[in-house]
């Protein structure tokens, strides 16, 4: 033991720079070099830094249906410079917007801002955008929405349209033309959803959109100011809820729409409550460490030094533990062997999402562990590592 006893401190610590090193080498976003998307995008929006989850597990989701086009965020004053340099690692791009005046204050605080969603409207750099709120989910490719001509939603409730998932052709007259009714429509909701009833206020009556009409019929035809959208591109979870069962064909489903209220599926107590969470958690737990430590949708408000000081205590005891191992010690003598447990662990601790803080202060080193000389203190695998959980996300 004495005989490596000078080595010791020196040698993990190297070999956890190198892994430190290894994993940030990453590639920060594998989309960035994307080819140009002909002026198509979809698109949402980021009020602060709540839905920052919401807006990553969507992103994930629609890169995931292996769609090319550009992804565009656009986010308000209330976004940190953090959240907006993560979306553009998840490869995001990344519009700031000042927030639209509401003209109708007197109506709930928390539409403050909404109409800002209109300014989708006046995307006129694409020809076509796809919307979708960040409480949504891609399950399945959607890239057939592009192919609605002048507007697309959904009905819900009580024949409205609701403005979660929208296709949008973004036109500055029509934006204008919006812009100049804000004052005198009415809007039952006091925000966009409202505004937009008023707007499109023959919305009910508006033809079933079908993506694979032939181009004859569509030369044939105008091209219709509206049309809607089966809810298949908007599936509630509410629905969802009513019959404990989704109510289209499962297999077809497209989007996901975690509406009803604060039941959102990154606030945990959500995921055992509905099952469609599932969905949602298992594109998190997937999100990939665009920034250093934000994989699995983790939010690393600790600077890497912290993480390093947790992680030194931690590594110091994973060596003092495999030290005591002879055939152990045996791998580690080859220095690729000891970095590849490393980086397990280091992959462990990020991917596993159990990780948030330590209860052994980092102030414990490994010599005061070992010390105490109790064999017991030294967990039997190292998951056992006391770790609280301070959220399953990490948030
Ligand atoms: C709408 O878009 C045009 C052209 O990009 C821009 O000049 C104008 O400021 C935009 N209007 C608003 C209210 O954002
Ligand atoms: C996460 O940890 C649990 C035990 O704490 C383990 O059973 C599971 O396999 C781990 N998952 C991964 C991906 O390492």
Same mark, same amino acid.
């Given at each position: ?9 020196? %040698? ?88 639209? *005046? ?14 800002? #969603? ?8 694409? #020809? ?27 009905? #819900?409730?009580?024949?409205? %349209? ?6 949008? /052709? ?35 009556? *508006? ?44 297999? /077809? ?49 600790? /600077? ?72 017991? #203190? ?18």
């Amino acid at each position: 033991m004495g005989r490596r006893g000078g080595a010791l401190p020196l %040698l993990p610590l190297l070999l956890l720079a190198a892994a430190i090193l290894s994993l940030s080498a990453r590639p920060a976003a594998a989309i960035g070099s994307r080819p140009s998307s002909l002026g198509e995008a979809y698109v949402t929006l980021l009020y602060g830094d709540e839905f920052l989850l919401g807006v990553r597990v969507l992103g994930k989701s629609i890169r995931d249906t292996g769609t090319t086009k550009d992804m565009v965020v656009l986010v308000s004053d209330g976004v940190t410079d953090y959240a907006k340099k993560l979306l553009k690692a998840d490869g995001w791009i990344v519009e700031k917007i000042s927030l639209l *005046a509401n003209p109708n204050q007197k109506r709930p605080a928390r539409f403050w801002g909404v109409y800002t #969603k209109l300014k989708i409207f006046n995307m006129t750099s694409y #020809k076509k955008v796809v919307y979708l709120d960040a409480d949504t989910i891609v399950v399945k490719s959607i890239e057939d929405l592009f192919k609605c001509e002048k507007f697309c939603a959904n009905l #819900k409730h009580s024949e409205r %349209l609701n403005s979660g998932v929208m296709v949008v /052709e973004p036109s500055e007259t029509l934006f204008n033309d919006m812009i100049g009714k804000v004052q005198t429509l009415p809007s039952y909701t006091g925000g966009d959803q409202g505004f937009l009833n008023s707007y499109y206020s023959d919305f009910a009556n *508006a033809h079933l959109f079908e993506p694979n009409l032939s181009p004859e019929v569509l030369k044939s035809r105008p091209a219709p100011k509206m049309e809607r959208l089966s809810t298949l591109y908007n599936a509630d979870v509410g629905l969802y809820m009513l019959a404990n069962k989704w109510m289209v064909d499962e297999s /077809e489903l497209r989007v996901i729409h975690y509406t009803l209220g604060p039941l959102k599926p990154w606030d945990w107590w959500t995921s055992w409550l509905l099952k469609p969470v599932d969905v949602w958690q298992n594109v998190r737990e997937k999100l990939a460490d665009s920034l250093p430590g934000t994989g699995g949708g983790r939010n690393p408000n600790d /600077e890497l030094l912290v993480k390093f000081l947790f992680l030194l205590p931690l590594c110091l005891l994973f060596f003092g533990y495999y030290r005591s191992l002879p055939q152990v010690l045996q791998q580690c003598r080859s220095c690729r062997s000891s970095c590849d447990n490393i980086r397990q662990f280091i992959y462990r601790i990020r991917f596993n999402g159990s990780y948030s803080g330590v209860s052994t202060a980092s102030g414990v080193t490994f010599n005061q562990q070992f010390s105490n000389g109790a064999p017991s #203190k030294i967990p039997m695998y190292l998951g056992g590592i006391s770790i609280i959980r301070l959220s399953p996300f990490g948030l």
